[in-house]
């Protein structure tokens, strides 16, 4: 099991950007993919973003395309989302994910992930 710590939240105004980070440590076992979820008050979780660790391909959620961008810092074991143009319906707990099989075209599913972090939260007024 890894253990995951997201920071970088805060509270912007609209149009204003904010990075998350989510550094991982305490496994033997590399994550394959990592993921970048959200959750809005009253609103299910849902994928926002995923990245293949051994590779470079990464996964977006048709909502944040061509805004927020996810990469990863091999050497440290640190997965980031830079967020742009961040609208007040990006406002949500922020959650990053572990999960140790290729889910390519799953990557979005709550259930493909084996290890959560807590969450730190985006909050963007209009």
């Known amino acids: 099991q890894v253990q995951l710590v997201e920071s970088g939240g805060g509270s912007v105004q609209a149009g204003g950007s904010l990075r998350l980070s989510c550094a991982a440590s305490?496994?033997?076992?590399?994550?394959?993919?990592m993921g970048w979820f959200r959750q809005a008050p009253g609103k299910e979780r849902e994928g926002v973003a995923a990245?293949?660790?051994?590779?470079?391909?990464?996964y977006y959620a048709d909502s944040v395309k061509g805004r927020f961008t996810i990469s990863q810092d091999n050497v440290k074991y640190i997965i980031y989302l830079q967020m742009n143009s961040l609208k007040p319906e990006d406002t949500a707990m922020y959650y990053c994910?572990?999960?140790?099989?290729?889910?390519?075209?799953?990557?979005?599913?709550?259930?493909?992930?084996?290890?959560w972090g807590q969450g730190t939260q985006v909050t963007v007024s209009s």
């Open positions: 305490g496994s033997i076992y590399r994550p394959v993919f």
């Open positions: 994910a572990a999960a140790y099989r290729p889910i390519s075209s799953r990557w979005y599913r709550i259930e493909e992930y084996n290890d």
């Open positions: 990245i293949y660790t051994f590779g470079s391909s990464t």
